[in-house]
């Protein structure tokens, strides 16, 4: 099996480090990887043969990972165009989020529930800009001037906390800012008003997620025909199809 590893377009293979025979599978499996990856979910142990020997990674799950392999990806893969970060809480950082945007191509960043404050988000409004964001958690709110700034871009948008209502000056603002959002999730209690509403004044708008607290039954009723309600969960894939037919042709892995 591993003689042919060099050849996947996409790899995520990890154990729970518990047996060491799982462990040696899954380094070996890893270091295995070639030219042909685009699409990687990282382990500490390959990251130093993947940024060697895999320079046209495109996508990057680097939530199992810490900032110094990760800092040496983003530098070494210079087509990597989108990272996972979400959840990654120990090293997600100002300066560790600055590092990888020294790599101007990345396109599409996810680092919801991470420890990155304000500072991260004026270095966003100068970085190229995103078409994928999510950003919030426990310890985030919206903020409103980098979406002002950088949401003309945004084809996938999540923000938002845990009880959160999205407010009357964000919701007015809100379709001028970021006109453009094909799926669009906000964590909190936001209205069915609000969201409704929303929803009509974003003509793209096809997939939008909300947590369990909106009743959806009365959500769906409220929005446009064209718009899915979706589970948290599922953020992540929406838009996926349109990312392999970007990054790895008709033919996804």
Same mark, same amino acid.
């Given at each position: 099996?591993?003689?042919?590893?060099?050849?996947?377009?996409?790899?995520?293979?990890?154990?729970?480090?518990?047996?060491?025979?799982?462990?040696?599978?899954?380094?070996?499996t890893?270091?295995?990887?070639?030219?042909?990856?685009?699409?990687?979910?990282?382990?500490?142990?390959?990251?130093?043969?993947?940024?060697?020997?895999?320079?046209n990674?495109k996508?990057?799950?680097?939530?199992?990972l810490e900032?110094?392999? !990760?800092? *040496? =990806? /983003?530098?070494?893969?210079?087509q %990597?165009?989108?990272?996972e970060?979400? +959840?990654?809480?120990?090293? &997600?950082?100002?300066d560790g989020?600055?590092?990888?945007?020294?790599?101007?191509?990345i396109?599409?960043?996810?680092?919801?529930?991470?420890?990155?404050?304000?500072?991260?988000?004026?270095?966003?409004?100068?970085?190229r800009?995103?078409t994928?964001?999510?950003?919030?958690?426990?310890?985030?709110?919206?903020?409103?001037?980098?979406?002002s700034?950088?949401?003309?871009?945004?084809?996938?948008?999540c923000?938002?906390?845990?009880?959160?209502?999205?407010?009357?000056?964000?919701a007015?603002?809100?379709?001028?800012?970021?006109?453009?959002?094909r799926s669009?999730?906000?964590?909190?209690?936001?209205? !069915?008003? *609000? =969201? /409704?509403?929303?929803?009509?004044r %974003?003509?793209?708008?096809?997939?939008? +997620?909300?947590?369990?607290? &909106?009743?959806?039954?009365?959500?769906q009723?409220s929005?446009?025909t064209?718009?899915s309600?979706y589970?948290?969960?599922?953020?992540?894939?929406l838009?996926?199809g349109?990312?392999?037919?970007?990054?790895?042709g008709?033919?996804?892995?």
């Amino acid at each position: 099996m591993i003689k042919g590893v060099r050849r996947p377009r996409s790899l995520q293979f990890s154990f729970t480090p518990t047996y060491k025979a799982s462990v040696a599978l899954e380094t070996a499996t890893n270091r295995a990887t070639g030219t042909n990856l685009i699409s990687w979910m990282g382990t500490a142990s390959a990251a130093e043969h993947v940024s060697v020997n895999c320079p046209n990674l495109k996508y990057l799950d680097g939530s199992n990972l810490e900032a110094p392999p !990760v800092a *040496v =990806l /983003a530098v070494a893969c210079d087509q %990597l165009a989108s990272i996972e970060l979400s +959840g990654s809480q120990k090293w &997600v950082t100002d300066d560790g989020v600055r590092t990888l945007l020294h790599n101007p191509g990345i396109t599409e960043l996810r680092h919801f529930d991470t420890e990155i404050t304000l500072t991260t988000l004026h270095v966003l409004k100068t970085h190229r800009p995103l078409t994928l964001l999510t950003l919030g958690g426990p310890n985030h709110k919206p903020p409103a001037p980098l979406l002002s700034a950088r949401g003309a871009s945004l084809t996938r948008l999540c923000i938002g906390e845990p009880g959160w209502r999205m407010g009357a000056d964000l919701a007015t603002m809100f379709p001028n800012a970021v006109a453009s959002p094909r799926s669009l999730h906000l964590h909190g209690k936001t209205s !069915v008003r *609000v =969201l /409704a509403s929303l929803s009509h004044r %974003l003509p793209v708008l096809r997939d939008l +997620g909300v947590d369990n607290s &909106v009743n959806r039954n009365e959500l769906q009723d409220s929005v446009p025909t064209s718009v899915s309600l979706y589970e948290p969960s599922d953020f992540n894939w929406l838009g996926m199809g349109d990312l392999w037919a970007r990054i790895a042709g008709a033919t996804p892995p």
